[in-house]
């Protein structure tokens, strides 16, 4: 099964994952292949233009073999706003899309504590596409499927 996991900065995308991934599936998360890409002492939440180009090109080939073998492992993936393109390829492959949001106040104060101030640009173009789009459905408080 692929799992594509959304939702803004901040908002505890990789403790889902954390919470719900066995030790043989994959996770695909930039942040993590970012981490593992840059060298010693570089910040947790590195935002170098070379080393993001350089993980978003590993992040790719990582999604593109993982989806060969969703029949024998589990495939996490952290998007936090994926397009209509990726979209259609997530429904493609029978994703099931979990978005994480505790709610804007605790995005924003997690930003302002432990993230670059400029993700909370990033955590606002999030919010304001989610209020573009009607999403009704019984959710758990922390996770919201579509």
């Known amino acids: 099964m ?9 908002a505890g995308k990789s403790t889902w994952i954390e919470a ?20 010693p002492g570089a910040p947790a939440w590195n935002h170098d233009p070379i080393a993001s180009r350089v993980a978003l090109r590993a992040r ?10 969703l029949d024998r492992v589990d495939v996490y993936l952290i998007h936090t706003m994926p397009n209509a393109k990726a979209m259609a390829r997530y429904r493609q ?15 924003m104060a997690r930003i ?15 919010y304001n596409s989610r209020a573009s789009r009607a999403v009704t459905s019984s959710m758990p408080q922390y996770s919201r499927r579509w």
């Open 2 to 10: 692929l799992y594509v996991v959304t939702g803004p900065p901040a």
């Open 20 to 39: 719900h991934a066995k030790p043989q599936d994959i996770v695909i998360d930039l942040d993590r292949i970012t981490r593992a890409l840059t060298g």
């Open 60 to 69: 790719y080939a990582a999604i593109d073999e993982a989806v060969q073998h």
């Open 93 to 107: 492959l029978k994703a099931r899309v979990v978005a994480v949001d505790p709610g804007r106040d605790v995005v």
């Open 112 to 126: 302002e504590a432990m993230r670059a101030p400029e993700m909370k640009r990033v955590a606002s173009r999030w």
